[in-house]
């Protein structure tokens, strides 16, 4: 049997994949480069126009740099959906989702200048980020945190519980004491003063006035300084112990075509787009 030759279209769409999503490759790292860098010009732009007394002075110039930046993230909406197999699991997914919501407030504010405000909402494709630093290989280490907050989050959540009750608790506590007087006018403020003064926010527009409300308050307050080291001891264990005792994540296999992450060693095709995986795409990520 013959093996079909791809045409020019397929090479094309092909090639285009690889610089979109293969960011081990020059051309990849390139784009991701300049996809960054884009980026964060947007949302810098998108900051600087809500200035008042920065707006009159480059309004002109920040309303056609917003323009370009739209088209080359239309250009980059198009060719991800020319590219993917299935494009309409790109257009629904986490990530489609967020760069449509970034392209439709420009386009809106043309035809509706009163919706001109939306524009703001560009500042999400911060999340798009995330995605860029998921495919460079200078943050394998990603991965072991990834799983690291995962193995906690059980543990996390309990911890939660537990605080939201003492907030309610405490926070009852404190308008009893308080008597309805300088703040604590209700439960839900006291709630609410309780939470700030735990997590150490303090903003100050509550405070209690007697000796045994300032008391539990100081209590309050020294327990505070706990509850900001048990998440953060919970996920360092979490992932100190991903690190060293799970033998998976210290060899995984990159796919040449689509650069996919491959955590079954035996694996001989790649999961995600059937390419055949080579024994020099291992790489070290326990270094």
Not at 175 to 200: A, L, Q
Request: proline fraction near 3%; glycine fraction near 6%.
């Amino acid at each position: 049997m013959m093996k079909r030759l791809k045409s020019k279209y397929e090479i094309l769409r092909q090639k285009i994949y690889i610089v979109i999503y293969g960011s081990n490759t020059p051309e990849g790292k390139l784009f991701d480069l300049v996809l960054l860098l884009v980026i964060l010009l947007s949302v810098a732009m998108v900051m600087i126009d809500s200035v008042k007394s920065v707006d009159p002075k480059y309004h002109n110039f920040l309303y056609y740099g917003e323009w370009v930046v739209t088209v080359f993230f239309t250009l980059e909406y198009i060719l991800r959906l020319l590219c993917n197999k299935k494009p309409l699991s790109y257009v629904f997914s986490f990530y489609g989702i967020v760069d449509l919501i970034s392209l439709l407030p420009m386009y809106l504010s043309y035809f509706f200048p009163e919706a001109s405000f939306l524009i703001a909402f560009r500042a999400i494709r911060l999340l798009r980020l995330f995605a860029i630093l998921d495919l460079m290989p200078i943050i394998g280490q990603q991965s072991h945190l990834k799983l690291a907050l995962n193995a906690s989050k059980h543990k996390i959540i309990v911890f939660m519980y537990f605080m939201i009750v003492m907030s309610i608790v405490l926070g009852t506590l404190m308008y009893i004491i308080e008597g309805g007087h300088n703040g604590f006018t209700d439960i839900p403020n006291s709630v609410y003063w309780c939470i700030v003064t735990m997590t150490t926010v303090g903003y100050g527009d509550i405070a209690p006035i007697t000796y045994v409300g300032k008391t539990i308050a100081s209590f309050i307050m020294i327990m505070g300084y706990g509850i900001i080291a048990v998440p953060t001891g919970i996920v360092t264990a979490e992932y100190t112990n991903l690190k060293y005792n799970n033998s998976e994540l210290k060899t995984r296999i990159v796919c040449p075509e689509c650069t996919s992450f491959i955590y079954d060693l035996d694996a001989n095709f790649c999961s995600n787009c059937g390419a055949k995986l080579l024994n020099t795409e291992k790489l070290q990520t326990d270094e």
